[in-house]
C-alpha cells in the first residue's frame, strides 16, 4: 500500500483539487453541503463503505442540516489515484431525509490489500476526498498498522490526537465508544455543545453528532483512513444497560431516546446496512477480518447487558459475581466464541468498551460495577472458552476510562493462574482535560496490571504473523491547540505467548 502523506490529507481538504472527472455541474439551490466531511470504514477484501451527509447548515435545530424533505442523487467515484485519473468504481446513491441525508455506499469489486480514494458529488458540489484501504486477500498476512481512541468531549479539549491518527497512515482505526457525549452544555470548558441541553430526541442527537463532525481534526481522521465503530454509553446516556436508564432526566421513554440515538449514530458512522437501526434495537456487533493476520470481533456491551449490579458505582458486592449475570448477552456470547474457536485468522482482536480484567480497588474487594468486574461470571466463560481452544493470540482492546492502562488476562486474577490473553486500554481523545503524567494508577491488589498513564491520546499496534508491537501515544494537553504525539510505553505481544513483554 502506498503511503498517505501529510500533502494528501490537505490537498483533499479542497473540494476542486485535482478533479478531472467529477466536475462541478450547474449550480442550485443547496449551498455547500458537504461540511460534515467524509469516511470510510468497514473494510473487506473487496471493498469498503463510504459516507457521508449532506448538511449545508449543520447545526440547524430541527436536525435537517438545512436540507428540505426533497431527496438528493449523490454520485460516488472511487479510484485508485487522488488525482482520480484511474476510476475503480463510481455509482449513484439517494439521500434521502429518512436518514438525515446521510449516504452508507457499500463499495465492491476492489482489490485486495490496497488504497483507494473516493469522493461524492451532490447538487454541483464536489467533496473533500477520502482515503479508504481493503483488507489484504484471504490467507494473507502483510504488516497491519492500527490506531485505536475512545472517549472524545467536545467541550473538554481540541481534536489534536484525532489529526496526529490521520498523520500516521494507518491502514485501520478503531473507535471503542464515548464517540458523542449526551450531556448539556457547559461554560467552563474550551468549547461549547450544541445544543444546549442534555440530548434526548433524534434532532438533538443529529445536531450533537453533526457538530462532531465538523471538527477539521475529527474530519481528518475519518479521510484518512477506513474505521470500526462500536458505541459505548454516553452515545445514549450515561451508563445505560440495555433498556434501564442511568437517571431520570431528562424526563421521557427511555426506549424512544434509544431509538433516537441509535439512529443518529447510524446516520453518522460508516456502517453497512446490516447495521441500520429497527426502532429501538441495531445489530451492531460483527466480526471483521483482515487476511489471515487478524479477525477483528467488535462487540457491543450496552444494548444486552444486565443492569449494574449494587445500584452501580465502585464497590464491593458479591452480587456481581452471579453465574447468570451477562454483560454483552448469550447470543452474543454464543457468536463470539463460535467465531474465535474458527481460527480465522492469528489473531483476535476483541473491540469494545470497558475494563476487561479484574482490577480490584481496595483490599476488601471493591470494584467497578459498570466493568466486566460487575459481570466476573461471564469474563470467566469468555476467558475459559478461548483458553479451552486453544486459542493463544487474543488481545482485548479496551476504552472507556479515560486512562491508558496494560494488563495480562489471567486464568485466575486472584492466584495469578497463568496468562490467557493481553488487554490494551487507550485512554480518551480528550475526555476528563489536559490529565497529569505524574499521575499513578498501579497497586499491588493488580500485579497482572502493567502500566498507567493519566495523560490523553490514543495506541498505535503493527500486528505482523509473529507479534503486535504496541506504543501508547500522548499528547501533553488538550486545552490548547495542536500538541505534537509521543509515545512514553512500549510493549510486545508475541504469537503463542500471550501477555506484555518489553520490546
Ligand atoms: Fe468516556
Ligand atoms: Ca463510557
Known amino acids: 500500500m502506498s503511503p498517505l502523506t501529510r500533502r494528501t490529507l490537505i490537498a483533499g481538504g479542497i473540494a476542486s ?5 467529477l ?56 479510484a485508485t489515484d487522488q488525482r482520480f485519473s484511474q476510476i475503480a468504481r463510481s455509482g449513484t446513491v439517494t439521500a434521502t431525509q429518512t436518514w438525515a441525508h446521510s449516504v452508507h455506499v457499500e463499495v465492491d469489486g476492489l482489490q485486495p490489500g490496497r ?73 467552563t470548558k474550551v468549547r461549547k455543545f450544541a445544543p444546549g441541553v442534555e440530548i434526548s430526541g433524534l434532532a438533538d442527537y443529529r445536531v450533537r453528532h453533526a457538530q462532531y463532525k465538523t471538527d477539521v481534526d475529527l474530519q481528518a481522521a475519518h479521510a484518512a483512513a477506513p474505521w470500526l465503530v462500536v458505541w459505548d454509553d454516553h452515545e ?9 436508564r442511568n437517571d431520570t432526566s431528562p424526563a421521557g421513554d427511555f426506549k424512544a431516546r ?28 460483527r466480526r471483521v477480518r483482515w487476511g489471515g493476520l487478524a479477525t477483528f470481533h467488535m462487540l457491543d456491551t450496552r444494548q444486552y447487558r444486565d443492569d449494574q449490579a449494587c445500584g452501580d458505582g465502585t464497590k464491593v458486592c458479591p452480587e456481581a459475581d452471579a453465574p447468570a449475570r451477562t454483560l454483552i448477552g448469550a447470543t452474543q456470547e454464543s457468536w463470539l466464541l ?33 466493568s466486566w468486574d460487575g459481570y466476573s461470571a461471564n469474563r470467566g466463560r469468555l476467558q475459559s472458552g478461548w483458553d479451552a481452544a486453544g486459542l493463544r493470540n487474543t ?62 491520546g490514543y495506541v498505535r499496534t503493527v500486528t505482523s504473523p509473529t507479534q503486535v508491537n504496541v506504543d501508547f501515544r500522548f499528547v501533553d494537553r488538550v486545552t490548547a491547540r495542536d500538541y505534537p504525539i509521543r509515545t512514553l510505553q512500549s510493549y510486545v505481544i508475541q504469537a503463542g505467548n500471550p501477555g506484555l513483554q518489553a520490546p
Open 17 to 21: 483539487a485535482g478533479v478531472t472527472v
Open 23 to 78: 466536475a462541478p455541474t450547474t449550480a442550485n439551490a443547496i449551498s455547500y453541503p458537504f461540511t460534515l466531511g467524509v469516511a470510510s470504514g468497514e473494510p473487506a477484501a473487496d471493498g469498503f463503505v463510504i459516507w457521508t451527509r449532506l448538511a449545508p447548515s449543520p447545526l440547524n435545530a430541527d436536525g435537517l442540516g438545512g436540507m428540505t424533505s426533497a431527496s438528493v442523487a449523490v454520485e460516488w467515484q472511487v
Open 115 to 187: 488504497e483507494y480514494f473516493y469522493r461524492f458529488r451532490a447538487a454541483g458540489h464536489i467533496s473533500p476526498v477520502g482515503r479508504g484501504v481493503t483488507a489484504p486477500a484471504p490467507g494473507t498476512s502483510p504488516a497491519l498498522t492500527m490506531l485505536f481512541a475512545s472517549c472524545s468531549h467536545y467541550e473538554e479539549g481540541y481534536f489534536t490526537a484525532y489529526r496526529r491518527m490521520a498523520e500516521e497512515n494507518p491502514h485501520l482505526i478503531l473507535h471503542l465508544g464515548d464517540y458523542i457525549y449526551e450531556g448539556a452544555a457547559t461554560t
Open 236 to 244: 445514549v446516556e450515561n451508563n445505560y444497560a440495555k433498556l434501564v
Open 258 to 285: 434509544r431509538a433516537a440515538a441509535y439512529k443518529a449514530y447510524y446516520e453518522h458512522m460508516p456502517l453497512r446496512a446490516a447495521q441500520a437501526p429497527v426502532a429501538e434495537n441495531m445489530q451492531l456487533y
Open 338 to 370: 463460535d467465531g474465535m474457536r474458527q481460527k480465522l485468522g492469528t489473531w483476535d482482536f476483541l473491540g469494545q468498551q470497558v475494563f476487561f480484567a479484574q482490577k480490584l480497588a481496595s483490599a476488601d474487594g471493591a470494584k467497578s460495577m459498570d
Open 395 to 456: 488481545v482485548v482492546l479496551t476504552g472507556d476510562v479515560h486512562r491508558s492502562w496494560a494488563a495480562n488476562l489471567m486464568a485466575n486474577y486472584n492466584t495469578q493462574d497463568r496468562i490467557v490473553g493481553t488487554e490494551l486500554v487507550t485512554t480518551s481523545v480528550t475526555s476528563g482535560g489536559d490529565g497529569n503524567a505524574a499521575d499513578t494508577g498501579l497497586n499491588s491488589l493488580n500485579p497482572h496490571v502493567k502500566f498507567f498513564k493519566n495523560l490523553r
